[in-house]
């Protein structure tokens, strides 16, 4: 029997050996929600904090048994769903969502890397379509990946309405489009789009000047699926997820600065 009385969240996603993604920015996040981790690797990708060099896959096999007797020691509160490769993994989780009693993911639709690098085939984006969609707690697409699972070019807040009502009419109960890519020179804000429910919510927040940082994806959707399972509603799970994405974006526009004055421990 697993000794704790901490909530546990389950993450299903790719394993970034440099930490700034994937599974290890997961656990990270789960540990800072007070949730205890269980973790089933997709792909172990070859990568570092410039560019990603490859990855080799698991199978939806190998996936199964890593699921499977976790699953069964029931504890599982909420499951967090990023990189998903290939087709045969995407229905593997499909077909294990559908048989066992895992509550509804949060799905971060991960298609590729800030660097450019292709981290779903199109095969996969398809079943997730189809099979994923619609057995999803939240989906949470940035720009990019709403405008290829929708098809629409998303220019401003409208389009962002449009994309996030056609995601829930293929099966998700809620989506949250986060319109970071948005942004431009003369427009800086932070706006994200939540449909859910009855319900469709503008979460504005403010633009912080930092460099690029990775993971951002992989913590907002942990983040979100940590506090669902400590019981949160789904709407103070997004708040308290984003709040988490600016303070890491904020330590990271620090470090910067401190780099850039040569006073600070950005070597580190
Ligand atoms: N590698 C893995 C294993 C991931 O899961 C993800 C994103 O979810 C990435 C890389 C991409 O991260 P980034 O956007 O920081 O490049």
């Not at 690098?117 to 697409?141: D, G, Q, S």
Request: net charge negative; proline share 5%.
């Amino acid at each position: 029997m697993i000794q704790t009385t901490q909530p546990m969240a389950l993450t299903i996603a790719g394993l970034d050996p440099s930490g700034g993604a994937g599974i290890i920015a997961d656990v990270r996040t789960f540990v800072h929600f007070g949730v205890r981790p269980a973790a089933a690797i997709t792909s172990l990708t070859f990568q570092n904090s410039e560019r990603v060099f490859g990855a080799t896959h698991e199978t939806g096999a190998s996936l199964r048994a890593q699921i499977l007797p976790v699953v069964g020691e029931g504890r599982i509160a909420a499951v967090k769903i990023g990189m998903l490769p290939t087709a045969d993994l995407v229905l593997e989780i499909a077909r294990l969502l559908t048989e066992t009693d895992l509550p509804a993911p949060v799905v971060d639709p991960v298609l590729q890397s800030t660097s450019g690098y292709a981290l779903m085939e199109k095969e996969a984006v398809a079943a997730l379509v189809t099979e994923l969609m619609p057995l999803a707690r939240l989906l949470t697409p940035n720009i990019p990946e709403a405008e290829t699972l929708t098809g629409l070019e998303i220019a401003d807040e409208a389009d962002m309405r449009e994309a996030a009502a056609m995601i829930r009419a293929m099966g998700a109960q809620a989506v949250l489009i986060k319109g970071g890519h948005l942004n431009n020179e003369s427009e800086r804000y932070a706006v994200d789009l939540l449909d859910f429910e009855d319900d469709v919510k503008v979460l504005s927040g403010e633009w912080i000047e930092s460099p690029p940082v990775r993971g951002t994806g992989c913590i907002l959707s942990s983040a979100v699926a940590a506090c669902l399972a400590r019981g949160m509603n789904l709407e103070e799970s997004v708040v308290a997820g984003k709040e988490f994405v600016a303070e890491t974006i904020r330590d990271a526009a620090g470090l910067a600065q401190r780099g850039a004055s040569g006073s600070g421990n950005a070597g580190r």
